[in-house]
Each structure stands twice: as structure tokens, then as C-alpha cells.
Nanobody
């Protein structure tokens, strides 16, 4: 069973940057579809970005295209989310997820394993 641990969240001013990390154990990140989701207070958990198993193709929700980059370091068995030009509307708890039965996915229901989340707060 894959275990995922996120880190790197924090408080940043609008226009700033953060890099989130998702360290995996019990499985290799290149063998899973890996995704980042976020959930703001009172809102549904929403898709942010994903990277496919093996080839590493990427996919983003429209609101983060050009600002966020998902990547994978197979040697460290870690997935990253580089977030630039952060805005207050990016404030949320960010979750890393792994999917064993899809190549790449944007639905939370396609993912089997989840981390505990890391808080990102962007001040205006």
C-alpha cells in the first residue's frame, strides 16, 4: 500500500512561490498516476495537476496553467508541485494522490491513495 507525505506548504504573499513535495513509500511514483488536488474551506476538493505513470505526461486545470508545474523525481520517489505567481484564491489544503488503475486522471475518484494534506495560504 502506497503511503504519501506532503510537505512544503506555508504562508506566502500574493505573487510569491512555493514548492510542494509528496514523498511516497510502499510503491514507486513512476508506476502510478500522481495528482495534486486542493480543498478550500467550504468547497469541494478540486483537481489541480497530474502526471502520468511511466511517460510523465502532465495535465493541469485551467486556472493554474502557466503558473504551476508538476514533476517527478524517480530517484527520490517524490512528486513536486512548483507554484508560482500565487494568488489568494490558491489558498487551500493541498493533497497528493496516487492512482493505480489509470494512466492519468483529473477526478478524485480515480485515485486510491491520499496524503494528509499541507496548508497553503496566500495573503493579498
Amino acid at each position: 500500500q502506497v503511503q504519501l507525505v506532503e510537505s512544503g506548504g506555508g504562508l506566502v504573499q500574493a505573487g510569491g512561490s512555493l514548492r510542494l513535495s509528496c514523498a511516497a513509500s510502499g510503491g514507486t511514483v513512476s508506476s502510478y498516476a500522481m495528482g495534486w488536488f486542493r480543498q478550500a474551506p467550504g468547497k469541494e476538493r478540486e483537481f489541480v495537476a497530474a502526471i502520468s505513470r511511466r511517460s510523465g505526461s502532465t495535465y493541469y486545470t485551467d486556472s493554474v496553467k502557466g503558473r504551476f508545474t508538476i514533476s517527478r523525481d524517480n530517484a527520490k520517489n517524490t512528486v513536486y508541485l512548483q507554484m508560482n505567481s500565487l494568488q489568494p484564491e490558491d489558498t487551500a489544503v493541498y493533497y497528493c494522490a496516487a492512482g493505480s488503475s489509470v494512466w492519468i486522471g483529473s477526478s478524485r475518484y480515480q485515485y486510491d491513495y491520499w496524503g494528509q494534506g499541507t496548508q497553503v495560504t496566500v495573503s493579498s
